[in-house]
């Protein structure tokens, strides 16, 4: 079964189980997953390819993940803030504000951040993003005719974009929890410059401080 399973990486522990029953050794798939784990195996059919977090790593450079989050002001209004993150070096960039979030808006934000990048824009590669609705393929149009794969992560799998939710756990415990946020204008200003304090003063653990 080990034999198997080094062999053929893309095999997982049941189709391996069905392989050796063809030759007449009967092993339950529990088994077999029992024995590639004591092995030292994954017993997913992925053995061979890199994990999530090595392929991030490793194409770090190109890749840039985008998401959208909330604010409440202190007369119970809802705005919305769309943001884009580069994960090699963690620079953020806010993209807009609003209280009316639509996909014609997302994708005019998405236009206006490549025509602010100039040049650097070529230099997406991978773009991250949820399943919402507001990322239409107007947005996904953007970065795909600059050669870029638009990824979407997996369905209540937040892990999967896991540098851009940190961010907004970060900016909500250092900023906008801590202040009373009277509108849009309000909003932006703050935002831009928290944006400055955490592109070039702030310490990032991911970088080495």
């Known amino acids: 079964m080990l034999r198997l399973a080094r062999e053929n990486p893309a095999w997982g522990y049941r189709r391996i189980s069905g392989k050796l029953a063809e030759a007449g050794l009967r ?75 639509t996909g014609a808006w997302v994708a005019q934000q998405a236009r ?3 025509v602010n990048l100039g040049e650097r824009a070529e230099g997406i590669a991978f773009l991250i993003r ?5 990322f239409t393929a107007a947005f996904d149009e953007v970065f795909t005719s600059l050669g870029a794969r638009v990824i979407m ?38 935002l831009r410059t928290y944006e400055r304090h955490d592109n070039r003063h702030r310490p990032h653990r991911s970088l080495d401080r």
């Not at 392929?55 to 943001?83: M, N, P």
């Not at 949820?130 to 507001?134: E, L, S, T």
């Not at 940190?166 to 202040?179: A, I, K, M, N, Q």
Request: hydrophobic share 40%; glycine share 8%.
């Open 130 to 134: 949820d399943r919402d609705a507001k």
């Open 27 to 101: 092993i339950s798939p529990s088994t077999g997953r029992g024995i590639l784990k004591r092995a030292g195996l994954d017993s997913a059919p992925r053995r061979s390819g890199p994990s999530w977090s090595q392929f991030l790593k490793a194409q770090a450079e190109g890749i840039w993940a985008c998401d959208l989050f909330h604010v409440d002001t202190i007369f119970l209004k809802r705005l919305y803030v769309l943001f884009f993150i580069e994960h090699a070096t963690r620079v953020v960039h806010v993209a807009g504000v609003t209280a009316h979030p």
């Open 153 to 190: 992560k997996p369905v209540r799998a937040p892990g999967a974009n896991a540098i851009a939710e940190r961010w907004v756990g970060t900016v909500r415990r250092e900023c906008t929890d801590r202040l009373l946020i009277y509108g849009e204008n309000h909003l932006r200003r703050v």
């Open 112 to 114: 206006n951040l490549v």
